[in-house]
């Protein structure tokens, strides 16, 4: 016999399809209430990777004080971390993905797996932010063995800060393979903001090899994406590339485009740190 799947059912569905799917630019007001907890995250999630950053933390919040399993609400944490990573806060995020750790090796199973390789993960992109390359490197050595356990946008997310590690310290080269294996390994997923995020971080690591021309075009590319799909974090973060590597007449104007992004974002909730805070995303 055919079953109709429950309206809760189908919200739970769009708000993974927003977070960790083909659909990342729907539109706050189109997204469901959240039924259950992992709704409640994947929304939160979802806000973030709009960049709307205070809807964001209030679900981030109300899980935070909920009573929820180890596993789900490490995620939470590590979430939280994120938020503050990407504006640019590496120390501040620290502290939620230390509580992430922490909560995910009470954990059991996946969601043991998950949650620690997504806050070891966290913890190196922050122990990068702050210019501990060695603690970095060690860190993302402790998510290796988790992977085969976790999902699969946890080794994108690793090999994200695997390129970012090797970007800061000089390697580009290697930077541009561990991008290159982002790109791969994304394509295999539903989700577009890990597919666009990985393109990013080939742009960048282009750039580092002296590429500049080539660079610029990757990421003019990578902006068409962030605004079709909604992703203004990443396009933000891609307009910065642009001033960069663009020829100077292209990178006013995507100097220009950075700071209204950066605006919209601090309307939405965003205290963006310093440019030279940032470092990492992760």
């Known amino acids: 016999m055919q079953t109709t799947a429950s309206p809760a059912d189908i919200g739970s569905e769009i708000l993974a399809s927003t977070a960790f799917g083909p659909t990342p630019g729907l539109a706050a007001a189109e997204l469901p209430e959240p039924a259950d907890p992992v709704s409640r995250w994947y929304r939160a999630v979802?806000?973030?990777?709009?960049?709307?950053?205070?809807?964001?933390?209030?679900?981030?919040q109300v899980l935070a004080r909920a009573g929820i399993d180890?596993?789900?609400?490490?995620?939470?944490?590590?979430?939280?971390?994120?938020?503050l990573r990407q504006l640019g806060d590496h120390r501040g995020a620290a502290a939620f993905d230390g509580r992430a750790a922490t909560l995910a090796l009470t954990a059991t199973g996946a969601a043991r797996a998950?949650?620690?390789?997504?806050?070891?993960?966290?913890?190196?992109?922050?122990?990068?932010?702050?210019?501990?390359?060695?603690l970095a490197h060690r860190l993302l050595g402790r998510v290796r063995p988790l992977l085969a356990d976790a999902p699969a946008r946890a080794e994108v997310r690793w090999?994200?800060?695997?390129?970012?590690?090797?970007?800061?310290?000089?390697?580009?080269?290697?930077?541009?393979?561990e991008a290159g294996t982002a790109v791969e390994l994304a394509a295999a997923l539903p989700s577009v903001r890990h597919q666009v995020k990985s393109a990013l971080l080939v742009a960048a690591a282009t750039a580092a090899t002296g590429n500049l021309a080539e660079s610029a075009e990757l990421a003019r590319r990578v902006d068409v994406d962030c605004h079709e799909n909604g992703l203004l974090p990443l396009r933000w973060a891609t307009a910065m590339l642009r001033a960069g590597v663009a020829e100077?007449?292209?990178?006013?104007?995507?100097?220009?485009?950075a700071a209204d992004h950066g605006a919209r974002l601090r309307a939405?909730?965003?205290?963006?740190?310093?440019?030279?805070?940032?470092?990492a995303g992760g």
Do not use: F, M
């Open 70 to 83: 180890p596993g789900l609400k490490s995620l939470v944490e590590s979430t939280r971390g994120s938020l």
């Open 268 to 279: 939405l909730g965003g205290d963006i740190a310093p440019l030279g805070a940032r470092v």
């Open 114 to 134: 998950e949650a620690l390789a997504d806050a070891y993960t966290g913890l190196a992109a922050d122990a990068l932010g702050t210019g501990r390359l060695a």
């Open 46 to 60: 979802a806000l973030g990777g709009q960049g709307r950053y205070a809807a964001a933390r209030a679900d981030l």
């Open 248 to 257: 100077p007449g292209q990178a006013r104007a995507a100097a220009k485009e």
């Open 159 to 177: 090999h994200w800060v695997r390129a970012e590690t090797a970007l800061a310290g000089g390697e580009a080269a290697r930077a541009l393979d």
